[in-house]
């Protein structure tokens, strides 16, 4: 399979995704694990896969971090992220690749997050294994990953693979992991909103396409307005919904 163009990806897709009420909800989820594993002393967070940077604008208004570092492939994520989180570093580093010796990031990050990345992997082990060259001992990891059946629009922006909360555990634990707790999380609303993004086929690559019918347009708006509503009644525990995502430590 030919790796993603993550440059084509966040030119054409930033302002979708930004609006999604399905990456709202893995915010205040990540939010939620974060603020049950942090301690009282501030401690430096990093975004792995930091996209166009909406994780890191939550994440700064939640905490007040001792610093905050997105690593992202994309150049032109990078740029948009460093535009909307000015108070954030950002590292344009290819984690299929090791990282190198110099650079100034190594052993940084008290805690760690990684959400929809793995997904878009043919060799998400080698990434996490990578990214600990980024991480302090002990580093708490945050990983969310899709649980859901894989829709036409997921497969149009590159998914590989959808795991069980198992199938997450044991890629978690095979690169150096320990795993503290895994969820399958958003049951019932969350796991509703994946289905009709299924059952919509097409409709949603046909609205971020540029050039959208009408009835796309409008498919595609009627539900993120619905579900953003809906969305505060997800659980964030439980093992029925299509959210997964596990608490793990780095152990060094």
Known sequence: MQPDDWDQHW?????????????????????????????????????????????????????????????????????????????????????????????????????????????????????????????????????????????????????RKHYSIAELCNLLGRSGFSVKSAVAAGFSFFNLYKAAVILSGDIFIQDISGNPRGIARLVSSALMWLFRGLFAFNRTQGSRGWQIAAVAEWTG
């Open 11 to 159: 030119a054409d897709y930033a302002a979708s995704a930004e609006l999604n009420p399905a990456q709202g909800y893995r915010r205040q989820l990540i939010s939620h694990f974060l603020s049950g594993n942090s301690s009282k002393r501030p401690g430096r967070i990093m975004d792995l896969g930091s996209g166009q940077g909406d994780l890191l604008a939550e994440l700064s208004r939640m905490n007040t971090w001792a610093g905050m570092l997105g690593v992202e492939v994309s150049v032109i994520g990078v740029q948009i992220a460093a535009r909307k989180v000015p108070t954030a570093s950002f590292l344009q580093q290819d984690l299929l690749q090791p990282v190198p010796a110099e650079c100034p990031y190594l052993g940084w990050a008290d805690y760690a997050v990684c959400s929809e990345v793995l997904e878009h992997l043919d060799d998400p082990g080698l990434f996490l294994r990578n990214s600990t060259a980024l991480m302090s001992p002990g580093c708490t990891l945050i990983v969310t990953v899709p649980g859901d059946p894989m829709s036409a629009f997921e497969r149009h922006i590159g998914h």
